[in-house]
């Protein structure tokens, strides 16, 4: 079975699991069964059937009590074995084994195979003989439990006391497959994980613990009874988690006895991990990750090699760089060493604890007056933030791979080195973090998907057998002539044995189906109102409105705004009840409640109008949030809603094993955080906070330790690693989070692809959901045609046929019924007008002319195509539609003959000039100088009088090019050409502003200045111009309606989220501050006031900018949660605060964190995953509708890509000739050979060492080995060079590898040289030069030469550069956009959060590294801060207040769109060419294969003589090779001939990989279509028939003469 990529997997998903589904269901019926077991006629015909050959022979019971006579007959058997085999070797005969492995149903711990049917109570929890015929010779026996699954047993006597037939022994099987002993022991060990949990153990707990160690004894003595302990297969020893259990119990008693110190706290946590087997479905999960951990090796070394590479070149970049502080100047009196080693003297920022940093380049950080800026004291972050050794730097690289707060490293480096550091964390984000984990979510989707191909092709065998097996047994029944196979579906079968409860149908019949009233007239009529689409277009309405009524709600109100809520509230609850009253009056209890959404309906109208009852009660008023539940009845006729809602419902119940065991990584981790760290943190934590109090994120006590478990599972880890660090020690620490970091990871990256593939099945949608959404599209078209009739009797015309195009269903969800044909969408269009194509303003106008007359021959037809001159093909669109025309005849220059043919000429005139290529190059060039130009205008600009007067009056200029620009392509094109195409659209966008701006300018209107912000739009018309980006945003607007309505109806979720947030937070963020920090002595608001009066200036009753006081702050907060930026902040309030105007205090409502946790598990994970989905079925979808090699692509990059793909395609090549020279013949065989490669990159890796040994605090003996270190080995790489110059002299350059060692030799040199140079003629070093001298460290890449997997995955990236060059492009014209757009409004915001003097809108410069940083979201929420401040928080006659309408919008939209572009289609470009590579990519046997054949096809002719064959074949290398003799297996391969008996490449190498993987349909075609390229011109000739040809005319002619006489005659006869 040929291997599916991700992609083809995606595509058949659902039906994948749909046959996975079905094959768990199968079960044969007794009379089947029977039939089977007895008709031997009917075994035969089944023979071949997998299923039917573990039966037992006919005549013969299924199950069997496993006696001593059954030990007797496994001791025959072996005994028959053993002669045969020794019978066979006396007479030096193969031992052929029938089965070599046991069959793969009949496993230990699977269930029992259908085929088998049920068995008898009394076969269940007694041994029996085994049904598998690989074990019915050994001894061993099995057990079927409750449930029906296998266990396996050694006959043995367990600990050689307990037979299989032992009293003791039956009684401890059954004990332990008991459902009750199991469920036992998981109450047991669930109990010892809630006293793991318990902070100060009581007295009591002691003996509960005791208890429980017993318990776990007990457990392992049954194990031991049952099974034995170690000799046998089947023993206790030999199943690795009861290894767990002897730890456990023996670690217990020797902590009694002996101390063994934090060691304790991780053996106390050891039971936790026994919930993993003792929960099956978790085991398995379990191991289905492991196997996912071993097909990771490859990609785990090549980001291991790419880290380590970044991290050696960043530790040399980099080093004692965070050490430079602003250090108070001294006076003379003080000690100058004494002075800048006291962290008195540096310089601090307000309310930061870390001393500035600064540089001592011109772009780094500067110090105020009266400091100076010096490298000393420690470095950051408890100095634990640094590049001053490998490790360190190592840390900070896979900081920035899981981009964990790496914007403030970034920040630190720029502010002490500089902005020319960014172009390194530039390429370090791109390929550690981008692409490597890209690549890792690829191997691991592969992975995953691979897993669940083989269980659906297990699944498909078993459907395949069953399948066949009916099959046979009708044609059975037939030719019997017996009717004992029931007819009827299984279905109906099944509901037939379905016991039914006589007092159940009585119940029924008597109160819950009413059938008295079924003709009555009022129920009738009730049936019609309820089933009109006016009513549930009534109910949507009033749902609307009673959103917005709940949207609405914000703090603080007005009395008589308050009243109106709720008088509404009142009225929908009661609108909303008595439609549920209609409902159910209409249709009857019976028919009622078989609908799902009107049993909702009747709950939360219950719990609303019982919470209208005891609004009084303040302990009730929680139940005026289920209000916010209704929101939900939109999914009845929204579809993309309900998609988001049942994806939801059917992942908490199918992933539940995904989800759990995740649940149990966390509670482990957290426990063991708690019991090992706990005291460390309550012991030592004023090494960690001033005032010795925890901070909130610790592990002294399990919630918090939870909550920080949580907060590393969400992506935040280094932070609560430095204080770990700090209270319990470096080395357990970062083991601790190294592991708890990569499994939760791993964890739930498994869950997030089980998700994505969940995700894209849906559900079906029932028979009301589809009625309700046919309601609703019948009434808006009802209303549509209301409409529309009522305007063609007022304009007196009939109007075209409108209607509301449904939009039902997505691509990814069915309906159940197959006639609906009509979807609802959100636009009202014209059913008449197809779907225009996207294309570029100047495309458009370089098909004008082809398509000028199309109108002209509709109307007068074909008399008049005969009448045109020549050139009438030339002539240009029209200029203005048909009905602009009629209304204005005059317009029509054919009115006017005189002036038509000028008109014309002018005309042919302006689409030559627009379509001239120099003019769209004049256009660009023109674009992007103004878009230059608005990047120079900064703060600086009103300073620069000669600048600012020269960017006026090129901006005059550009306005005037860009208008002549437009005219031009208006009397080329025409009007209706111009305005009918999206990017010219945007064109006449960017003018219209340009001519605004400019009127504003020079007449100094102030309303109009507003357009001249809008001049930032300008660059946008880049995207047209460059192929790449157009294609990229062509491609984006092709999905974006889809991704509009998945958004919304993510967002809609998200409404229910905030309107919760509302009402459980609004007005509950404030707090009494001094200056910075909350007053702890202040109560409620009150008090505040009371110190404001009492002339206390620095305090005030302050709110949080982020906060909960309406529904679109709302948003914005849940919008930081979910991208996982200032959520911390936000859920730190949450939990502090307490009432409306009350002071917080810390963590009084902790367990407020469980609205956020739901949120990021609902309305993140799942909305985010929701969202992944649908963008990649659209991408896949609009792929397949362009026909396009690769999505983001443009022609010329699928050329390129072509070619790069034949060149991947490795062929045959001539090898090098041996010089004839001796000594260079001595020297070729001596650079030929796998030694001398391997030698040189074991050198290659010793250099890295060399540079990774670097450190700070380095001596001179040190520095100089390293120097003499370097030096050899650059003198060896130089002698390498010159070895294979001279032994392959202009051969040399034709290998790249060889090109590559080349250039690295002549940067060694040079960056040798230049260093001495630099060093002794200047004081610094340029980082340019340092790179130069680093890029030695590139070297160490030969060693994906010899580890080809690693070089696929390298080669994926490689192919995946064009369109993520595309990616990359399109997203810096966005970023250019947004940079401009942030100069223009926020250049003078306080610097305040993460704006400072690095971080600002200022320059372009600084705003570049601001949406540089944005683009990974990290830091957006330090930038919303300063952008949305208002005062008091700023001073506005300074101008430093921020716009919060603006840069809220301004903030928002870039993040969106960065994640749309960056996060997904970065992933899905790497997803799609790591498909590709892996359909495409020739795998090691073939590159092996053409290895081989370079030695026996020199001239590279692609045929070997059919002679030669056998000698190539035992050349190979396993497992190709055919060893001989090999003469009969080569003739049974079947190969093709042609002339001269010679055999081609392709067929030979079909032929041996067919033996090794399987000839599949696909490689059938494969050959085929390689059969038609490359042997059209040669005539095959088969060479199996051709020997047998040559066999039988031997044998003929032997026979011929030895009886020439009858031979004869008998030909005779046959020519008679």
């Given at each position: 079975m040929r291997r599916k990529t991700f992609w083809d997997f995606w595509g058949n998903s659902k039906e994948e699991e749909e046959v996975v589904r079905r094959a768990a269901q199968l079960k044969p019926f007794t009379s089947e069964l029977k039939m089977l077991l007895g008709n031997g006629a009917l075994r035969a015909q089944l023979e071949n059937s997998k299923m039917v050959s573990l039966l037992p022979p006919v005549g013969t019971n299924v199950f069997r009590h496993f006696t001593p006579g059954s030990l007797k007959e496994i001791q025959r058997c072996r005994e028959v074995q053993e002669k045969e085999r020794q019978k066979r070797e006396d007479k030096n005969i193969s031992v052929t084994i029938a089965q070599e492995n046991p069959a793969g149903d009949l496993k230990s711990g699977k269930p029992l195979p259908f085929i088998f049917g049920d068995p008898s109570p009394e076969f269940v929890n007694t041994p029996l003989e085994d049904l598998d015929p690989f074990y019915q010779s050994q001894k061993v026996f099995i057990v079927l439990d409750g449930q029906k699954v296998?266990?396996?047993?050694?006959?043995?006597?367990?600990?050689?006391?307990?037979?299989?037939?032992?009293?003791?022994?039956?009684?401890?099987?059954?004990?332990?497959?008991?459902?009750?002993?199991?469920?036992?022991?998981?109450?047991?060990?669930?109990?010892?994980?809630?006293?793991?949990?318990?902070?100060?153990?009581?007295?009591?707990?002691?003996?509960?613990?005791?208890?429980?160690?017993?318990?776990?004894?007990?457990?392992?003595?049954?194990?031991?009874?049952?099974?034995?302990?170690?000799?046998?297969?089947?023993?206790?020893?030999?199943?690795?988690?009861?290894?767990?259990?002897?730890?456990?119990?023996?670690?217990?008693?020797?902590?009694?006895?002996?101390?063994?110190?934090?060691?304790?706290?991780?053996?106390?946590?050891?039971?936790?991990?026994?919930?993993?087997?003792?929960?099956?479905?978790?085991?398995?999960?379990?191991?289905?990750?492991?196997?996912?951990?071993?097909?990771?090796?490859?990609?785990?070394?090549?980001?291991?090699?790419?880290?380590?590479?970044?991290?050696?070149?960043?530790?040399?970049?980099?080093?004692?760089?965070?050490?430079?502080?602003?250090?108070?100047?001294?006076?003379?009196?003080?000690?100058?060493?004494?002075?800048?080693?006291?962290?008195?003297?540096?310089?601090?920022?307000?309310?930061?604890?870390?001393?500035?940093?600064?540089?001592?380049?011109?772009?780094?950080?500067?110090?105020?007056?009266?400091?100076?800026?010096?490298?000393?004291?420690?470095?950051?972050?408890?100095?634990?933030?640094?590049?001053?050794?490998?490790?360190?730097?190592?840390?900070?690289?896979?900081?920035?791979?899981?981009?964990?707060?790496?914007?403030?490293?970034?920040?630190?480096?720029?502010?002490?080195?500089?902005?020319?550091?960014?172009?390194?964390?530039?390429?370090?984000?791109?390929?550690?973090?981008?692409?490597?984990?890209?690549?890792?979510?690829?191997?691991?989707?592969?992975?995953?998907?691979?897993?669940?191909?083989?269980?659906?092709?297990?699944?498909?065998?078993?459907?395949?057998?069953?399948?066949?097996?009916?099959?046979?047994?009708?044609?059975?029944?037939?030719?019997?002539?017996?009717?004992?196979?029931?007819?009827?579906?299984?279905?109906?079968?099944?509901?037939?044995?379905?016991?039914?409860?006589?007092?159940?149908?009585?119940?029924?019949?008597?109160?819950?189906?009413?059938?008295?009233?079924?003709?009555?007239?009022?129920?009738?009529?009730?049936?019609?109102?309820?089933?009109?689409?006016?009513?549930?277009?009534?109910?949507?309405?009033?749902?609307?409105?009673?959103?917005?009524?709940?949207?609405?709600?914000?703090?603080?109100?007005?009395?008589?705004?308050?009243?109106?809520?709720?008088?509404?509230?009142?009225?929908?609850?009661?609108?909303?009840?008595?439609?549920?009253?209609?409902?159910?009056?209409?249709?009857?209890?019976?028919?009622?409640?078989?609908?799902?959404?009107?049993?909702?309906?009747?709950?939360?109208?219950?719990?609303?109008?019982?919470?209208?009852?005891?609004?009084?009660?303040?302990?009730?008023?929680?139940?005026?949030?289920?209000?916010?539940?209704?929101?939900?009845?939109?999914?009845?006729?929204?579809?993309?809603?309900?998609?988001?809602?049942?994806?939801?419902?059917?992942?908490?119940?199918?992933?539940?094993?995904?989800?759990?065991?995740?649940?149990?990584?966390?509670?482990i981790f957290a426990a063991m955080g708690f019991r090992i760290f706990g005291r460390d943190y309550k012991d030592k934590v004023c090494r960690i906070s001033e005032d010795c109090s925890l901070p909130r994120y610790h592990m002294a006590d399990f919630i918090h330790a939870f909550l920080l478990t949580f907060r590393v599972l969400c992506g935040e880890w280094i932070e609560t690693m430095w204080d770990c660090m700090q209270v319990a020690g470096e080395p357990a620490c970062l083991i601790f989070y190294a592991t708890m970091v990569v499994v939760t990871k791993l964890a739930l990256l498994n869950l997030f692809l089980a998700l994505l593939i969940k995700s894209i099945n849906?559900?079906?949608?029932?028979?009301?959901?589809?009625?309700?959404?046919?309601?609703?599209?019948?009434?808006?078209?009802?209303?549509?045609?209301?409409?529309?009739?009522?305007?063609?009797?007022?304009?007196?015309?009939?109007?075209?046929?409108?209607?509301?195009?449904?939009?039902?269903?997505?691509?990814?969800?069915?309906?159940?019924?197959?006639?609906?044909?009509?979807?609802?969408?959100?636009?009202?269009?014209?059913?008449?007008?197809?779907?225009?194509?996207?294309?570029?303003?100047?495309?458009?106008?370089?098909?004008?002319?082809?398509?000028?007359?199309?109108?002209?021959?509709?109307?007068?037809?074909?008399?008049?195509?005969?009448?045109?001159?020549?050139?009438?093909?030339?002539?240009?669109?029209?200029?203005?539609?048909?009905?602009?025309?009629?209304?204005?005849?005059?317009?029509?220059?054919?009115?006017?003959?005189?002036?038509?043919?000028?008109?014309?000429?002018?005309?042919?005139?302006?689409?030559?000039?627009?379509?001239?290529?120099?003019f769209e190059a004049f256009v660009t060039f023109v674009i992007l100088l103004s878009s230059c130009a608005l990047a120079v205008e900064d703060i600086y600009l009103e300073k620069r009088v000669v600048l600012r007067s020269v960017l006026e009056y090129a901006d005059y200029v550009f306005t005037c090019i860009f208008v002549l620009e437009m005219l031009l392509k208006w009397f080329g094109g025409g009007f209706k050409k111009y305005f009918t195409d999206a990017w010219c659209w945007l064109d006449f966008l960017v003018v219209l502003i340009s001519l605004l701006s400019t009127f504003a300018t020079l007449l100094g209107v102030p309303q109009l200045k507003a357009f001249t912000s809008l001049r930032t739009l300008r660059p946008l018309r880049l995207l047209s111009r460059f192929g790449g980006t157009k294609v990229v945003a062509t491609t984006l607007f092709g999905v974006f309606p889809a991704i509009l309505d998945v958004l919304l109806a993510c967002l809609t979720l998200w409404l229910i989220f905030s309107i919760m947030g509302v009402n459980l937070f609004a007005g509950r963020f404030y707090s009494c501050v001094n200056s910075t920090w909350i007053m702890q002595d202040v109560n409620n608001k009150t008090e505040c006031f009371m110190l404001m009066e009492s002339n206390y200036s620095e305090v005030r009753w302050h709110n949080r900018q982020v906060n909960f006081d309406n529904v679109g702050m709302g948003f914005l907060s849940l919008l930081q949660v979910a991208t996982f930026k200032g959520w911390l902040d936000i859920m730190g309030s949450a939990m502090d605060s307490k009432q409306v105007e009350s002071q917080p205090e810390y963590e009084a409502n902790v367990f407020t964190s469980l609205y956020f946790v739901f949120f990021i598990i609902l309305g993140s994970f799942f909305t985010f995953n929701f969202l992944i989905s649908t963008i990649i079925e659209h991408l896949k979808w609009q792929k397949a509708k362009l026909g396009a090699t690769g999505i983001f692509m443009t022609q010329d990059q699928m050329t390129l890509y072509d070619s790069l793909k034949a060149f991947r395609q490795k062929k045959t090549q001539r090898s090098v000739p041996r010089p004839q020279n001796k000594i260079q013949g001595l020297l070729f065989d001596l650079v030929t050979k796998d030694f001398f490669d391997i030698a040189f990159t074991v050198v290659a890796c010793i250099q890295v060492l060399v540079l990774m040994v670097g450190t700070r605090d380095e001596s001179m003996e040190k520095l100089k080995i390293i120097f003499w270190i370097d030096f050899a080995i650059i003198v060896i790489f130089t002698a390498e060079c010159v070895l294979k110059l001279i032994a392959l002299r202009r051969h040399y350059f034709a290998f790249g590898w060889n090109i590559f060692d080349f250039v690295l030799v002549i940067l060694f040199i040079l960056g040798l040289v230049l260093e001495d140079v630099l060093t002794k003629y200047f004081i610094l070093t340029p980082p340019f030069f340092s790179v130069i001298r680093l890029t030695r460290i590139f070297r160490v890449l030969h060693l994906f030469r010899f580890a080809k997997g690693v070089r696929r995955l390298l080669y994926v990236l490689m192919r995946s550069l064009p369109a993520l060059f595309n990616i990359g492009l399109f997203l810096f014209l966005i970023m250019f956009t947004f940079c401009v757009f942030g100069m223009q409004h926020f250049a003078y915001v306080k610097k305040r959060a993460l704006i400072d003097d690095v971080f600002n809108f200022e320059t372009f410069g600084n705003a570049f590294i601001c949406m540089f940083t944005m683009t990974t979201l990290a830091g957006w929420d330090g930038l919303l801060l300063p952008i949305i401040s208002e005062p008091p928080d700023c001073d506005p006659d300074v101008g430093n207040c921020g716009r919060p309408v603006v840069g809220i919008l301004f903030l928002t939209s870039y993040v969106i769109m960065s994640f749309l572009v960056v996060v997904n289609m970065y992933i899905v470009v790497i997803l799609e060419k790591f498909n590709m590579a892996a359909e495409e990519s020739i795998d090691e046997l073939c590159e092996m294969f053409y290895d081989t054949w370079e030695r026996f096809d020199p001239q590279v002719s692609g045929l070997i003589h059919s002679s030669q064959l056998s000698d190539f074949c035992d050349s190979l290398k396993e497992p190709l090779r055919i060893a001989k003799p090999n003469g009969i297996k080569v003739s049974n391969m079947d190969l093709p001939l042609v002339p001269e008996d010679k055999i081609h490449y392709l067929d030979l190498l079909l032929a041996l990989t067919a033996q090794v993987q399987g000839m599949s349909g696909e490689r059938d075609k494969l050959k085929a279509s390689m059969e038609e390229k490359f042997k059209a011109h040669h005539q095959a000739i088969n060479k199996r028939e051709d020997d047998a040809a040559i066999v039988i005319q031997r044998a003929y002619r032997k026979h011929a003469a030895q009886s020439p006489v009858q031979t004869g005659a008998q030909n005779g006869d046959v020519e008679a």
């Amino acid at each position: 079975m040929r291997r599916k990529t991700f992609w083809d997997f995606w595509g058949n998903s659902k039906e994948e699991e749909e046959v996975v589904r079905r094959a768990a269901q199968l079960k044969p019926f007794t009379s089947e069964l029977k039939m089977l077991l007895g008709n031997g006629a009917l075994r035969a015909q089944l023979e071949n059937s997998k299923m039917v050959s573990l039966l037992p022979p006919v005549g013969t019971n299924v199950f069997r009590h496993f006696t001593p006579g059954s030990l007797k007959e496994i001791q025959r058997c072996r005994e028959v074995q053993e002669k045969e085999r020794q019978k066979r070797e006396d007479k030096n005969i193969s031992v052929t084994i029938a089965q070599e492995n046991p069959a793969g149903d009949l496993k230990s711990g699977k269930p029992l195979p259908f085929i088998f049917g049920d068995p008898s109570p009394e076969f269940v929890n007694t041994p029996l003989e085994d049904l598998d015929p690989f074990y019915q010779s050994q001894k061993v026996f099995i057990v079927l439990d409750g449930q029906k699954v296998i266990h396996r047993f050694n006959a043995d006597p367990a600990c050689y006391m307990l037979t299989a037939y032992n009293h003791v022994r039956t009684s401890a099987i059954k004990i332990l497959l008991h459902s009750f002993f199991r469920a036992f022991i998981l109450l047991t060990i669930l109990t010892n994980c809630v006293f793991m949990t318990v902070q100060e153990p009581l007295e009591w707990t002691r003996i509960v613990k005791f208890a429980i160690i017993t318990i776990y004894a007990i457990e392992v003595l049954v194990k031991v009874a049952a099974r034995g302990f170690c000799v046998g297969r089947f023993t206790f020893l030999r199943d690795p988690w009861n290894w767990l259990d002897l730890v456990i119990i023996s670690t217990a008693y020797l902590a009694e006895m002996v101390n063994l110190g934090s060691l304790s706290g991780f053996l106390q946590v050891l039971p936790a991990l026994k919930l993993i087997p003792a929960i099956p479905s978790v085991k398995k999960t379990l191991g289905a990750l492991t196997r996912v951990v071993r097909k990771m090796n490859h990609v785990i070394a090549l980001s291991l090699g790419c880290l380590m590479v970044l991290a050696a070149l960043e530790l040399h970049n980099f080093m004692s760089y965070l050490l430079n502080k602003c250090v108070l100047i001294p006076s003379s009196n003080d000690s100058f060493v004494d002075h800048i080693n006291d962290p008195a003297n540096y310089y601090y920022l307000p309310g930061h604890t870390e001393a500035q940093l600064c540089g001592n380049r011109s772009s780094a950080g500067t110090c105020p007056e009266g400091f100076m800026c010096l490298n000393v004291g420690t470095n950051p972050n408890y100095g634990y933030t640094n590049f001053d050794s490998f490790g360190w730097a190592f840390l900070a690289l896979l900081r920035l791979m899981t981009q964990d707060f790496w914007e403030d490293l970034f920040r630190l480096i720029l502010r002490s080195g500089g902005q020319i550091f960014t172009i390194n964390f530039l390429a370090d984000i791109l390929l550690a973090s981008f692409s490597l984990g890209s690549l890792i979510v690829a191997v691991i989707a592969v992975a995953f998907v691979e897993q669940k191909q083989a269980e659906t092709a297990e699944a498909e065998q078993r459907n395949k057998d069953y399948a066949e097996i009916v099959e046979t047994l009708k044609k059975q029944e037939k030719v019997d002539g017996s009717g004992g196979l029931d007819e009827k579906p299984r279905s109906e079968r099944e509901d037939e044995q379905r016991p039914c409860s006589p007092c159940c149908s009585a119940f029924t019949a008597i109160f819950i189906k009413w059938t008295c009233c079924d003709g009555c007239r009022p129920k009738q009529l009730l049936h019609r109102v309820v089933s009109d689409p006016f009513f549930d277009l009534f109910v949507v309405m009033c749902l609307l409105l009673n959103i917005v009524f709940m949207a609405i709600e914000h703090f603080p109100m007005t009395y008589q705004f308050a009243e109106m809520l709720i008088i509404g509230e009142l009225v929908f609850a009661v609108i909303f009840a008595v439609e549920v009253g209609l409902r159910f009056l209409a249709t009857g209890p019976y028919f009622f409640f078989q609908v799902g959404w009107n049993i909702f309906d009747l709950v939360i109208a219950v719990i609303t109008l019982l919470g209208l009852h005891l609004e009084a009660f303040s302990e009730l008023s929680f139940i005026r949030l289920f209000c916010v539940m209704r929101v939900f009845r939109l999914a009845r006729w929204w579809p993309n809603f309900n998609a988001l809602l049942k994806l939801i419902r059917s992942s908490l119940g199918v992933l539940r094993r995904f989800t759990l065991l995740l649940l149990i990584i966390i509670f482990i981790f957290a426990a063991m955080g708690f019991r090992i760290f706990g005291r460390d943190y309550k012991d030592k934590v004023c090494r960690i906070s001033e005032d010795c109090s925890l901070p909130r994120y610790h592990m002294a006590d399990f919630i918090h330790a939870f909550l920080l478990t949580f907060r590393v599972l969400c992506g935040e880890w280094i932070e609560t690693m430095w204080d770990c660090m700090q209270v319990a020690g470096e080395p357990a620490c970062l083991i601790f989070y190294a592991t708890m970091v990569v499994v939760t990871k791993l964890a739930l990256l498994n869950l997030f692809l089980a998700l994505l593939i969940k995700s894209i099945n849906g559900d079906h949608q029932t028979a009301s959901e589809v009625e309700a959404q046919k309601n609703l599209q019948e009434a808006l078209n009802r209303i549509s045609r209301a409409v529309m009739g009522v305007k063609s009797q007022v304009l007196g015309h009939p109007s075209k046929k409108t209607g509301w195009k449904a939009n039902l269903n997505p691509p990814d969800l069915k309906s159940d019924e197959p006639d609906q044909k009509e979807f609802l969408a959100l636009t009202f269009v014209n059913t008449e007008e197809p779907e225009s194509e996207v294309k570029t303003c100047d495309e458009a106008f370089k098909s004008a002319s082809a398509n000028g007359d199309a109108d002209e021959e509709k109307n007068h037809g074909d008399s008049a195509a005969g009448l045109r001159k020549p050139d009438d093909r030339d002539t240009p669109a029209q200029c203005f539609c048909d009905q602009c025309y009629r209304c204005c005849p005059v317009l029509n220059m054919d009115s006017c003959p005189a002036g038509l043919k000028i008109w014309s000429n002018w005309r042919r005139m302006c689409v030559s000039v627009v379509d001239h290529k120099y003019f769209e190059a004049f256009v660009t060039f023109v674009i992007l100088l103004s878009s230059c130009a608005l990047a120079v205008e900064d703060i600086y600009l009103e300073k620069r009088v000669v600048l600012r007067s020269v960017l006026e009056y090129a901006d005059y200029v550009f306005t005037c090019i860009f208008v002549l620009e437009m005219l031009l392509k208006w009397f080329g094109g025409g009007f209706k050409k111009y305005f009918t195409d999206a990017w010219c659209w945007l064109d006449f966008l960017v003018v219209l502003i340009s001519l605004l701006s400019t009127f504003a300018t020079l007449l100094g209107v102030p309303q109009l200045k507003a357009f001249t912000s809008l001049r930032t739009l300008r660059p946008l018309r880049l995207l047209s111009r460059f192929g790449g980006t157009k294609v990229v945003a062509t491609t984006l607007f092709g999905v974006f309606p889809a991704i509009l309505d998945v958004l919304l109806a993510c967002l809609t979720l998200w409404l229910i989220f905030s309107i919760m947030g509302v009402n459980l937070f609004a007005g509950r963020f404030y707090s009494c501050v001094n200056s910075t920090w909350i007053m702890q002595d202040v109560n409620n608001k009150t008090e505040c006031f009371m110190l404001m009066e009492s002339n206390y200036s620095e305090v005030r009753w302050h709110n949080r900018q982020v906060n909960f006081d309406n529904v679109g702050m709302g948003f914005l907060s849940l919008l930081q949660v979910a991208t996982f930026k200032g959520w911390l902040d936000i859920m730190g309030s949450a939990m502090d605060s307490k009432q409306v105007e009350s002071q917080p205090e810390y963590e009084a409502n902790v367990f407020t964190s469980l609205y956020f946790v739901f949120f990021i598990i609902l309305g993140s994970f799942f909305t985010f995953n929701f969202l992944i989905s649908t963008i990649i079925e659209h991408l896949k979808w609009q792929k397949a509708k362009l026909g396009a090699t690769g999505i983001f692509m443009t022609q010329d990059q699928m050329t390129l890509y072509d070619s790069l793909k034949a060149f991947r395609q490795k062929k045959t090549q001539r090898s090098v000739p041996r010089p004839q020279n001796k000594i260079q013949g001595l020297l070729f065989d001596l650079v030929t050979k796998d030694f001398f490669d391997i030698a040189f990159t074991v050198v290659a890796c010793i250099q890295v060492l060399v540079l990774m040994v670097g450190t700070r605090d380095e001596s001179m003996e040190k520095l100089k080995i390293i120097f003499w270190i370097d030096f050899a080995i650059i003198v060896i790489f130089t002698a390498e060079c010159v070895l294979k110059l001279i032994a392959l002299r202009r051969h040399y350059f034709a290998f790249g590898w060889n090109i590559f060692d080349f250039v690295l030799v002549i940067l060694f040199i040079l960056g040798l040289v230049l260093e001495d140079v630099l060093t002794k003629y200047f004081i610094l070093t340029p980082p340019f030069f340092s790179v130069i001298r680093l890029t030695r460290i590139f070297r160490v890449l030969h060693l994906f030469r010899f580890a080809k997997g690693v070089r696929r995955l390298l080669y994926v990236l490689m192919r995946s550069l064009p369109a993520l060059f595309n990616i990359g492009l399109f997203l810096f014209l966005i970023m250019f956009t947004f940079c401009v757009f942030g100069m223009q409004h926020f250049a003078y915001v306080k610097k305040r959060a993460l704006i400072d003097d690095v971080f600002n809108f200022e320059t372009f410069g600084n705003a570049f590294i601001c949406m540089f940083t944005m683009t990974t979201l990290a830091g957006w929420d330090g930038l919303l801060l300063p952008i949305i401040s208002e005062p008091p928080d700023c001073d506005p006659d300074v101008g430093n207040c921020g716009r919060p309408v603006v840069g809220i919008l301004f903030l928002t939209s870039y993040v969106i769109m960065s994640f749309l572009v960056v996060v997904n289609m970065y992933i899905v470009v790497i997803l799609e060419k790591f498909n590709m590579a892996a359909e495409e990519s020739i795998d090691e046997l073939c590159e092996m294969f053409y290895d081989t054949w370079e030695r026996f096809d020199p001239q590279v002719s692609g045929l070997i003589h059919s002679s030669q064959l056998s000698d190539f074949c035992d050349s190979l290398k396993e497992p190709l090779r055919i060893a001989k003799p090999n003469g009969i297996k080569v003739s049974n391969m079947d190969l093709p001939l042609v002339p001269e008996d010679k055999i081609h490449y392709l067929d030979l190498l079909l032929a041996l990989t067919a033996q090794v993987q399987g000839m599949s349909g696909e490689r059938d075609k494969l050959k085929a279509s390689m059969e038609e390229k490359f042997k059209a011109h040669h005539q095959a000739i088969n060479k199996r028939e051709d020997d047998a040809a040559i066999v039988i005319q031997r044998a003929y002619r032997k026979h011929a003469a030895q009886s020439p006489v009858q031979t004869g005659a008998q030909n005779g006869d046959v020519e008679a």
